[in-house]
């Protein structure tokens, strides 16, 4: 079994920055790569970022510029630097990582962005 723990989240004005951390433990052998996806209310869970073990990224267009994801495999935690945020950027961001043909999901966390 795989754990993901995510924290960082919570309320912030417009423009303001937050840091999200995921930290994945249990039976961890090769991560493949390592995500963050959100949901806004009434909407699909789409992609915010991914990195994969090599230090690839990918971002959606709606944050490049304004996100950076990392990660520190010697911890299996990786993070996700959220600046000049934007109320359209409200949602309840998930923790996602792939290894072996898997896919693990964290609880989520919520991150709300007043105007």
């Known amino acids: 079994q795989v754990q993901l723990v995510e924290s960082g989240g919570g309320l912030v004005q417009a423009g303001g920055s937050l840091r999200l951390s995921c930290a994945a433990s249990g039976s961890i052998f090769s991560i493949n790569t390592m995500g963050w996806y959100r949901q806004a209310p009434g909407k699909q869970r789409e992609l915010v970022a991914t990195i994969t073990s090599g230090g690839r990224t990918n971002y959606a267009d709606s944050v490049k510029g304004r996100f950076t994801i990392s990660g520190d495999n010697a911890k299996n935690t990786v993070y996700l630097q959220m600046n000049s945020l934007k109320p359209e950027d409200t949602a309840v961001y998930y923790c996602?990582?792939?290894?072996?043909?898997?896919?693990?999901w964290g609880q989520g966390t919520q991150v709300t962005v007043s105007s």
């Open positions: 996602n990582i792939a290894q072996r043909g898997y896919v693990y």
